[in-house]
């Protein structure tokens, strides 16, 4: 049985990955008066005087809300909120595994931003943050800032602040095995949507300078058409030199390369035409640019010809 059979048999056997478990017993009557009425009277009319009070006598204070569209979903696209329901339940999964933090998935039946809005809004009082996942670009940039702005619990998505996070500890420590320098290296980026453009934008806060962004036109610039709002804001700090091209003509001696993009897009000759000693972080999901042992085998390769020329002889 391959692991993609095994998947779909487990998924079904499952029939889902969570169930709701009760903290309270009622297993008498004075149990069931407790976790209900009457007694959860009690607990209400101390919350109706102090909001503040939910996260003490409710499951507010370690439960968190995972929500999306299904309009990108892993390297999947947009295939909609029933389709998207898998994942949320895996994310609430490791939430719980990883973290000890409850989670629920819900999955919206709009791809609408105001709606979204809206119904995270109205969802909000029954969660202490809120884990926006799998929202397309650039629409998931508008409808995390306002609801930063307007609720008083915490705001992530995933797709941004997770993947940057993970990437820029990933690269932190590749300079330490390569002994690199972050302000020697040229960096290109792969992919500007979400995870793209917020990986980009941490690498230039920790202070990578050098940057460039790519998609499927090829090397972002000033001149590249066809960009939306964050796209646009984004060519203005990055590719300063103002290069254009495709992703094989950016790769050409870059030091590091970040995709979060589409699988099998990079070969054996682009991971080759790289710096000495490059990093390569091809995240695609569920199939990565250039897969592991490509990537090392090119790696191999353009050391072996960088000592021995390219005729791949010993000099004399």
Partial sequence: ?????????????????LETVAKSPVTTREDLAIAYTPGVAEPCKLIA????????Y??????????????A?????????????????????????????????????????????????????????????????PRCFEIEERLK???????????????????????INSLKVTGKKKEDCRVVVNGAGSAGVAITKLLLTYGFSNIIMCDKVGILSGSTEGLNWMQQEMVRVTNL?????????????????VGVSAPN?????????????????????????IMPDVAKAA??????????????QRPG
């Fill in 1 to 17: 049985m391959t692991a993609q059979e095994k998947a779909i048999f487990l998924h079904k056997e499952w029939n889902g990955k």
């Fill in 49 to 56: 005087k102090d909001p503040a009070d939910a996260y003490v």
């Fill in 58 to 71: 409710t499951m507010k204070s370690n439960t968190i809300a995972v929500i999306s569209d299904g309009s």
């Fill in 73 to 137: 979903v892993l390297g999947l696209g947009n295939i909609g909120p029933y389709a998207a329901m898998p994942v949320m339940e895996g994310k609430a999964v490791l939430f719980k595994e990883f973290g000890g933090v409850n989670a629920v998935p819900i999955c919206l039946d709009t791809q609408d931003t105001e709606e979204i809005i809206k119904a995270v809004t109205w969802l909000a009082p029954g969660f202490g943050g809120i884990n926006l996942e799998d929202i397309s670009a």
């Fill in 149 to 171: 702005a307007t609720l008083d619990i915490p705001v992530f998505h995933d797709d941004q602040h997770g993947t940057a996070i993970v990437v820029l500890a990933g690269i």
């Fill in 241 to 257: 030199e103002g290069r254009t091209g495709t992703l094989a003509d950016a790769l050409k001696g870059a030091d590091i390369f």
């Fill in 265 to 289: 897009i990079v070969t054996s000759d682009m991971a080759a035409s790289m710096n000495h000693d490059a990093i390569l972080f091809a995240m695609a999901n569920p199939v990565p640019e």
């Fill in 299 to 312: 790696r191999n390769r353009q050391g072996r010809l960088g000592r021995y020329g390219r005729s791949g």
